[in-house]
């Protein structure tokens, strides 16, 4: 079984299952946008990317279906970091507006 640690971090051992299953998430959802929070939840654009992102845009390719997906900050960075926040606004602009 694979799920989240209590401590926050997840082994390096278990990142390439939890990609399977995130990308299996995404055959079945099928979204026409997605935003993704931190380091280890890009990993997942990085595994499908078609090629460099567009204006920060990014298309993921899962099974024949394509995503736009921006990466942005994990909310614990953005809970230390408030200054960070304007960052994270832009992103979530970029992917519901397409551009900045």
Same mark, same amino acid.
């Given at each position: ?9 997840i %082994?390096? +051992? ?5 990609? =399977?299953? %995130?990308?299996?998430? #995404?055959k #079945? #959802?099928? @979204?026409?946008?997605? #935003?993704? /929070?931190?380091?280890? &939840? !890009?990993?997942? *654009?990085? =595994? ?5 992102? $567009?204006?920060?845009? *990014? +298309? *993921? ?10 990466? !942005?900050?994990? @909310? ?7 200054? &960070?926040? !304007?960052? $994270?606004?832009?992103?979530?602009? /970029? ?6």
């Amino acid at each position: 079984a694979t799920a989240r640690p209590l401590a926050g971090r997840i %082994a390096a +051992d278990q990142e390439g299952r939890l990609i =399977e299953i %995130a990308r299996h998430h #995404l055959k #079945l #959802l099928q @979204p026409a946008k997605l #935003l993704i /929070l931190g380091q280890t &939840a !890009s990993r997942v *654009v990085t =595994e499908t990317n078609d090629g460099a992102p $567009a204006n920060g845009l *990014v +298309d *993921v390719n899962h099974f024949g279906g394509h995503t736009q997906a921006v990466a !942005s900050l994990h @909310p614990r960075f953005l809970l230390d970091r408030p200054a &960070a926040k !304007s960052e $994270a606004w832009k992103h979530l602009l /970029l992917l519901t507006r397409g551009s900045l």
